[in-house]
C-alpha cells in the first residue's frame, strides 16, 4: 500500500529541538520531492518545505534557519529537524508527496500527520 | 507571505452546491495558474481535489469543479453529498519557492 506515516511528535520546551520522521512505503521517497505541511491548532495550513529528488531543499520565512529537512534513501524516510522551536511552531505535521505526473507543487499523498507542542 | 482568504465556513442540504473562494494577490493566485484545492477530514490526510485551478486529478468526482478570475480562485461543489462534510483549503505558488495556502473554509452539509 502506499502510504505515509509521520512520527516523532511530542511535547518540547521553548528553544529545544526535535525530529520528525516519516515512512514511506509502496514508493520511493529518494524519486519524488517531498514537502512538509503543518497545522496549528484552530488555524489553515502552511507549507513549511520541500526537499528535490536532487537534494535541492527550500523553507518558508518563518522556519528558515531553524528547521532543516533530509531524508535517509536506506530507510524510506524523510526527516525534519527542528531546533530553537517557539510556542507558534506549535502544529500537526504533515508529510506529503508531490504528484510527479505534474510540473508544479501538487500533493497527491499525504500523511495523517504528528503533533508538536512547544510549551514550558 | 499572507494566507489566502477564505471563509471560514459554508454550508448546503444534500443535492445543492456550494462554492468556496479564495482570494489572494497578484503575487500568488492572480500570477500563477497553480492553484491546487485539499479536502481535509480532520485526523485523516488530506486529499488532493483540484490542479492548475481547474483540473481534477484522477479518482475525484466530477462533482468537484475550479475556476479562477483575477486573483480569486473558487471551489464548487455540486450534487452535495454527506461525505463531502470537510475542512476544505485552496493553496497556490506564490513564486521564489514559495507556497501559500488559504485559512481553511468548514464546510457544513445540513
Known amino acids: 500500500e502506499v502510504q505515509l506515516v509521520e512520527s516523532g511528535g511530542g511535547l518540547v520546551q521553548p528553544g529545544g529541538s526535535l525530529r520528525l520522521s516519516c515512512a514511506a512505503s509502496g514508493f520511493t521517497v529518494s524519486s519524488h520531492y517531498m514537502s512538509w505541511v503543518r497545522q496549528a491548532p484552530g488555524k489553515g495550513l502552511e507549507w513549511v518545505s520541500i526537499?528535490?529528488?536532487?537534494?535541492?531543499?527550500y523553507y518558508a520565512d518563518s522556519v528558515k534557519g531553524r528547521f532543516t529537512v533530509s531524508r535517509d534513501n536506506s530507510k524510506n524516510t524523510l526527516y525534519l529537524q527542528m531546533n530553537s522551536l517557539r510556542a507558534e511552531d506549535t502544529a500537526v505535521y504533515h508529510c506529503?508527496?508531490?504528484?510527479?505526473?505534474?510540473?508544479?507543487?501538487?500533493?497527491?499523498?499525504w500523511g495523517r500527520g504528528t503533533l508538536v507542542t512547544v510549551s514550558s | 507571505q499572507s494566507a489566502l482568504t477564505q471563509p471560514r465556513s459554508v454550508s448546503g442540504s444534500p443535492g445543492q452546491s456550494v462554492t468556496i473562494s479564495c482570494t489572494g494577490a497578484?503575487?500568488?493566485?492572480?500570477?500563477?495558474?497553480?492553484v491546487s484545492w485539499y479536502q481535509h477530514h480532520p485526523g485523516k490526510a488530506p486529499k488532493f481535489m483540484i490542479y492548475?485551478?481547474?483540473k481534477r486529478p484522477s479518482g475525484v468526482p466530477d462533482r468537484f469543479s475550479g475556476s479562477k478570475s483575477g486573483n480569486t480562485a473558487s471551489l464548487t461543489i455540486s450534487g452535495l453529498q454527506p461525505d463531502d462534510e470537510a475542512d476544505y483549503y485552496c493553496c497556490s505558488y506564490a513564486g521564489t519557492y514559495t507556497l501559500v495556502f488559504g485559512g481553511g473554509t468548514k464546510l457544513t452539509v445540513l
Open positions: 497578484s503575487s500568488d493566485v492572480g500570477g500563477y495558474n497553480y
Open positions: 526537499i528535490y529528488s536532487g537534494g535541492s531543499t
Open positions: 492548475d485551478g481547474s
Open positions: 506529503a508527496k508531490r504528484a510527479e505526473w505534474l510540473l508544479n507543487w501538487y500533493f497527491d499523498l
